[in-house]
């Protein structure tokens, strides 16, 4: 077997199988795919997919590449996953709220992936925090804080860290299939007894429309449960940012106002809340998603999840006061612009797309492979859909290295965000769940 002839056969359609996925995926891992077999590949499954059979010997594979984790703890190993989305911050408050409630959360996230931010780019915006750990300090720090948020070291799931970082940079993220293996790589390699998938919908997310992101969703669900992790999905609203900032210091800024209660943003709480109680139920750790709710709702307002977040960020290398002392902790970028609005209205559509792409473009996500992201910069105070403006009123502020990058990012920011005569019809937040 060899690359060539692997990615002749999904060019061709010809049906992949368990053989020729694993030999790809361990190719990956080992290096002797090399970038430009591995970007053909990816491009030749976007554009032709590989079918249900394919998809789920390709997500084994990229499992089977690396260690899977075992775990013996008085407790259930869970996690939740996002499909990837704009001022999406869900993670650095749901993980230690699980923990507080007496789950024991293995969260290996990815970074930046096209438009769209990653977990590991924002937690790294934290001064001295290692998100590279080795399986055996995983297992300490999981068994200890009960969370611990990291990279996919060289251990888990190799050939996805390999093929997620070509994916990045050659466009080839759009599809179900990739995504599916993606994920599923990771998530089945950490061993986790169940799993809620946050898909997300709309102009910031990789699937536009309801239906290609219930396809998604289905896809995800229907291969982590054949593989044996009790999984479901939410279907949440992209068309906005979900917080109100866009950027990697940015958004741990938000997360964390809202983790102890500074300033809580009520979309991110919302989804965060939803997200986790079900988790908790299908972890047995709540009789009903309402229950759920009521112990996360619990967790976040008495402080013992931004306990669980303080002490995970002390041990992985960041300042032991970050909890309270975030905003003196986080870097900043030297140029800040208002985005002004040019007429008077309502924010009637905000092109989330763009938005990425205006983050990535002032740095703060990757271009091309290995670029070094910078984490102070970006997008905040995004005004949520709906807003009334008058003309000439901030409707975003840009956070900047240079002057020239932030006049750029508020040239594309108001082109991103639309005004409009009348007040436009909001999305629900959580407009589909899939079991
Ligand atoms: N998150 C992942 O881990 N992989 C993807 O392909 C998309 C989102």
Request: charged share 20%; net charge negative; aromatic share 4%.
């Given at each position: 077997m ?11 359609r010809?049906?992949?199988d ?24 990816a ?6 997919g ?75 915006a ?107 999905a ?5 068309n ?42 299908l ?17 976040l ?10 002490r ?10 970050f ?35 205006a ?47 932030a ?15 009348q ?13």
């Amino acid at each position: 077997m060899d690359a060539r002839s692997i990615i002749a056969q999904v060019r061709d359609r010809i049906p992949l199988d368990g053989h020729a996925a694993e030999w790809f995926a361990r190719g990956l891992a080992s290096g002797e795919v090399t970038d430009a077999q591995a970007g053909a590949f990816a491009m030749a499954v976007l554009l032709n997919g590989l079918g249900e059979a394919g998809r789920v010997a390709l997500a084994s594979a990229m499992r089977d590449s690396g260690k899977l984790l075992e775990w013996q703890l008085p407790g259930p190993v869970i996690d939740k996953h996002s499909t990837g989305g704009i001022g999406d911050c869900t993670s650095l408050l749901l993980a230690p709220a699980l923990a507080a409630c007496g789950a024991y959360v293995p969260m290996i996230s990815g970074r930046g992936l096209g438009h769209t931010g990653g977990t590991l780019d924002k937690l790294e915006a934290i001064p001295g925090y290692r998100a590279d750990v080795p399986v055996e300090e995983l297992y300490a720090l999981v068994a200890d804080i009960g969370c611990a948020i990291v990279g996919a070291t060289a251990d888990i799931a190799p050939a996805d860290r390999r093929l997620y970082a070509i994916r990045d940079v050659t466009s080839t993220v759009e599809s179900i299939d990739l995504i599916t293996a993606s994920i599923l790589s990771k998530k089945l390699a950490a061993g986790l007894e169940a799993l809620v998938l946050d898909v997300k919908v709309g102009t910031g997310a990789f699937m536009k429309s309801g239906a290609e992101a219930e396809a998604l969703a289905k896809s995800l669900v229907r291969t982590a449960n054949d593989a044996g992790c009790r999984t479901m999905a939410l279907i949440t609203d992209m068309n906005q940012p979900l917080a109100a900032s866009a950027g990697n210091a940015l958004e741990v800024m938000e997360a964390l106002a809202t983790l102890t209660g500074d300033e809580i943003n009520q979309r991110l709480w919302d989804v965060t809340i939803a997200l986790g109680a079900e988790a908790l139920v299908l972890a047995d750790l709540a009789e009903s998603a309402r229950d759920g709710a009521d112990q996360l709702g619990e967790a976040l307002r008495s402080g013992r999840a931004a306990e669980h977040f303080g002490r995970m960020i002390a041990a992985l290398g960041g300042p032991v006061d970050f909890v309270e002392r975030y905003p003196d902790r986080l870097p900043a970028a030297p140029v800040m612009y208002g985005v002004h609005a040019q007429q008077a209205g309502f924010i009637g559509a905000i092109d989330g797309l763009a938005i990425g792409h205006a983050v990535v473009h002032l740095g703060g996500g990757r271009l091309k492979g290995g670029d070094a992201v910078n984490p102070s910069v970006g997008l905040s105070e995004i005004m949520p859909l709906g807003e009334p403006v008058e003309k000439g009123e901030v409707i975003a502020r840009v956070h900047a290295a240079t002057e020239d990058a932030a006049e750029r990012a508020c040239a594309a920011v108001v082109k991103a965000m639309k005004i409009s005569a009348q007040p436009p019809e909001i999305p629900p937040l959580i407009p589909n769940r899939v079991t």
